[in-house]
């Protein structure tokens, strides 16, 4: 069945370093979205990409979507201790919604 | 903010029994969809309700159903519950289904679920 993979699972940085999760979905997605969730909290709508190649830029989050519409990358420049939480790729085929697994980021102060 | 609100906050049932989750979305919001999330995995996509009809459902079994009013709340309700039914479960609305340029999707805080 379909599936969205995120790499990696946990990442842990210095602040100041940069930071980067990749998603992999099994299939052709119709666009790309991606959230953040703080512990305990809910996801947060971040972007959402929809042309093939497209590139988005958010302050120091940069985000792709994949030439196949099948991958994407977050990538976040001078990590801030702000930016804990879990990331996750989401997007939909046909009428299904599926999220990625998801990369927890800890940033050390 | 996101202007969703969920209820209750938290619940506490026994196995066997039969729960009901309610959500009211954004003002003008005609899409709802629900999410189980169990600790430490991503939201996993229960279904979606447009314009009062089911729009799409991911895999779960009859007893998870859905119901949507014209007021834009909508519930999800779960019968014959399961130990492994609980999980924070999280509604989002959204202006349009999927593949949408307005799908954005704006999440409530969360019920928490637990069966015993």
């Known amino acids: 069945g379909q599936q969205v993979m995120q790499i990696p699972q946990y990442q842990h940085v210095q602040e100041g370093e940069d930071f980067t999760t990749y998603c992999n979905s099994s299939t052709t997605l119709s666009n790309i979205q991606w959230y953040k969730q703080r512990p305990g909290g809910h996801p947060v709508f971040l972007i959402q990409l929809v042309k093939s190649g497209e590139v988005k830029k958010q302050k120091r989050l940069t985000f792709q979507f994949g030439e196949a519409k099948k991958n994407s990358s977050l990538h976040i420049t001078a990590t801030q201790t702000t930016d804990v939480g879990t990331y996750f790729c989401?997007?939909?085929?046909?009428?299904?919604?599926?999220f990625g697994t998801g990369t927890s980021l800890t940033v050390i102060p | 903010e996101t202007g969703v609100t969920q209820s209750p906050t938290h619940l506490i049932k026994t196995r066997g029994q039969q729960v009901t989750l309610r959500c009211s979305s954004q003002s003008g919001h005609n899409t709802v969809s629900w999410y189980q999330q169990a600790l430490g995995q991503g939201p996993q996509f229960i279904f979606q309700y447009y314009r009062e009809e089911e729009n799409g459902r991911g895999n779960f079994p009859p007893r998870f159903s859905g119901l949507q009013f014209p007021n834009y709340s909508s519930e999800l309700n779960v019968n014959a519950l399961e130990l492994d039914d609980s999980a924070l479960y999280l509604c989002a609305s959204s202006l349009s289904p999927w593949g949408g340029r307005t799908d954005t999707q704006y999440f409530g805080p969360g019920t928490r679920l637990t069966v015993l």
């Open positions: 989401a997007g939909s085929t046909g009428n299904q919604f599926y």
